[in-house]
């Protein structure tokens, strides 16, 4: 009985295990990324990078699954180290009143966009439209108010009438 070559004995075979564990970790990583996420589509990717990552080391035997842990962790550390740095950056640029480069954000550009809708308000625009509308509402229920005077007059009069 004669062994097959490395590609049909060991690497197809993780390709494939890793494969099918990063096609399922896309799935639950798109689920859970519109959930918990501001970046979804990001994490969506690194879900299932990670996990086609881990099913196909761990796929190559026990011998190489656990360097492949070992790598992945410090891969994971470094990844996490190099964010925090940046976040850290970040923060210290918005403390020290640096503006943010990323310009408006989403809602503001779909808010000029004409064929939109809605509109951004600054708050003194915001307070007015309030006070309009709170006018409008005093005036609809002293109309109401006038109304339910004259069914009331109108029915004191039909209950005199009745009695004569």
Same mark, same amino acid.
């Given at each position: 009985?004669?062994?097959g070559?490395?590609?049909?004995?060991?690497l197809?075979p993780?390709?494939?295990a890793g494969?099918l564990?990063?096609s399922s970790?896309?799935?639950?990583g !798109?689920?859970?990324?519109?959930?918990?996420?501001t @970046?979804p589509?990001?994490f969506?990717?690194?879900?299932g990078?990670?996990?086609?990552a881990v099913?196909?080391?761990?796929?190559?035997? !026990? !011998?190489n699954a656990?360097?492949?842990?070992?790598?992945?962790?410090?891969f994971?550390?470094?990844?996490?180290?190099v964010?925090?740095?940046l976040?850290?950056?970040h923060?210290q640029?918005?403390?020290?009143g640096?503006?943010?480069?990323a310009?408006p954000?989403f809602?503001?550009r779909?808010?000029? %966009? %004409?064929? @939109?809708?809605?509109?951004?308000?600054?708050d003194?625009?915001y307070?007015?439209l309030? !006070?309009? %509308?709170?006018?409008?509402i005093?005036?609809?229920?002293?109309?109401?108010e006038?109304?339910m005077?004259l069914?009331?007059?109108s029915?004191?009069?039909?209950?005199?009438?009745?009695?004569?």
């Open positions: 009985m004669g062994h070559t490395l590609w049909d004995t060991l197809w993780s390709l494939q494969a564990s990063g970790a896309l799935i639950i !798109r689920l859970l990324g519109s959930l918990y996420s @970046t589509v990001l969506t990717i690194a879900s990078v990670q996990w086609f099913g196909s080391g761990f796929w190559g035997g !026990r !011998r656990v360097p492949g842990m070992v790598m992945f962790s410090l994971g550390l470094a990844g996490q180290g964010y925090n740095r976040d850290a950056q923060m640029q918005q403390g020290a640096v503006p943010d480069r310009g954000g809602w503001h779909l808010a000029q %966009k %004409k064929w @939109t809708p809605v509109q951004v308000l600054s003194e625009e307070e007015q309030l !006070r309009e %509308k709170a006018l409008r005093e005036a609809e229920i002293a109309v109401i006038d109304d005077k069914l009331q007059e029915a004191t009069l039909e209950h005199a009438n009745e009695t004569r």
